[in-house]
């Protein structure tokens, strides 16, 4: 059983930055996709970024509407994701899900019915 602890939410004004974390617990991160999902008040929860290692490089993948602000990252050896978000905005106010899956190459990061394992989740409030 792998659980997820996501942290570094928070209160920023918009073009600010956070860095957010989830760390595991139970089992390493390698032979996993992990991925950053966020739920907006009153919309679905939507893909932000996902990575995974293969043959010792590592793959991402990012929304188009943060691409160039975030960036996804990921330290096995400390079995934590990381997300640094930059030049952020008020759109991006949300919660912030952590999920992971054994690395499943047929499927897009975005597919969230096969992830097995969620965060509960870390607020992220943008503020003009």
């Known amino acids: 059983q792998v659980q997820l602890l996501e942290s570094g939410g928070g209160l920023v004004q918009t073009g600010g930055s956070l860095r957010l974390a989830c760390a595991a617990s139970g089992r390493s991160f390698s032979g996993y996709d992990t991925t950053w999902f966020r739920q907006a008040p009153g919309k679905e929860r939507e893909f932000v970024a996902g990575?995974?290692?293969?043959?010792?490089?590592?793959?991402?993948s990012h929304a188009d509407s943060v691409e160039g602000r975030f960036t996804i990252s990921r330290d096995n050896a400390q079995n934590t994701v990381y997300l640094q978000m930059n030049s952020l905005k008020l759109e991006d106010t949300a919660v912030y899900y952590c999920?992971?899956?054994?690395?499943?190459?047929?499927?897009?990061?975005?597919?969230?019915?096969?992830?097995?394992?969620w965060g509960q989740g870390t607020q992220v409030t943008v503020s003009s």
């Open positions: 990575i995974r290692r293969s043959d010792s490089v590592y793959y991402t």
């Open positions: 999920a992971a899956r054994p690395i499943f190459y047929g499927s897009m990061y975005s597919d969230q019915s096969t992830y097995d394992y």
